[in-house]
């Protein structure tokens, strides 16, 4: 059975979803060779030590003093997954709003959204002043906060969740499933998430999601 006949929203992670980088944290961490100060600070996550607000704040400090064009660049070399754009524009081309919430960065769902013609993108902002990063962050999106964003975008829109699609990777997506009639876990890296899924998908083309709901192309 076709699910496209009353899907009105399909929801995107990024990293590691649209895009080829699991992680844009990690990524500009190697790139910028903090990630040995960094990991220390997501192992204090992950035991509990801290919160996902203060995680953000420490770890963005270790790039203050960094030009914004510099990271810009290295963002600017992200490649998205096979047929990414491809797909949205079917998609779009139906009247489906599409976009992502991610966890990471809007220096890159800024790029993703007006390079893939999204309808929404939501991530954490990172504040800059003369050119350079101040080593401090805006936490729009928290680990477990995708849901809520989505919530509050397909009320504004005035759909039900039945509705709305979400397609995800990892555990900060499973309150994104938690709000999506249709879930869709691409290259799942947790049991947990995979669990929610309705379908799972595994391969480098996006074009399988489109199979899923039943889009010809």
Not at 38 to 44: D, K, L, M, P
Not at 90 to 100: D, F, H, S, T
Not at 185 to 208: C, Q, V, Y
């Amino acid at each position: 059975m076709s699910l496209r006949k009353n899907l009105k929203l399909v929801a995107f992670d990024l990293d590691g979803t649209l895009t080829c980088v699991d992680s844009i944290w990690r990524y500009l961490h190697e790139a910028l060779g903090t990630w040995d100060r960094a990991f220390v600070y997501a192992q204090r996550y992950e035991r509990g030590e801290i919160d996902y607000g203060e995680w953000a704040r420490l770890d963005t400090a270790l790039w203050k003093g960094i030009p914004i064009r510099r990271v810009q660049e290295l963002v600017n070399r992200i490649p998205y997954i096979d047929h990414a754009k491809e797909v949205i524009e079917i998609l779009r081309g139906e009247g489906i709003k599409v976009g992502v919430i991610s966890a990471g960065l809007t220096i890159l769902t800024d790029r993703a959204a007006r390079e893939l013609g999204l309808d929404f993108a939501w991530a954490n902002i990172l504040k800059v002043q003369g050119g350079k990063l101040t080593g401090d962050i805006d936490v729009l999106v928290t680990f477990d906060g995708k849901g809520s964003i989505l919530r509050s975008i397909r009320k504004a829109y005035g759909f039900r969740a039945s509705e709305c699609a979400a397609v995800g990777d990892d555990e900060t997506d499973i309150s994104l499933f938690q709000e999506a009639g249709i879930r869709i876990a691409f290259n799942p890296k947790s049991p947990r998430l995979e669990a929610l899924a309705h379908a799972t998908i595994r391969g480098s083309d996006l074009m399988e999601v489109l199979r899923f709901l039943g889009f010809d192309k």
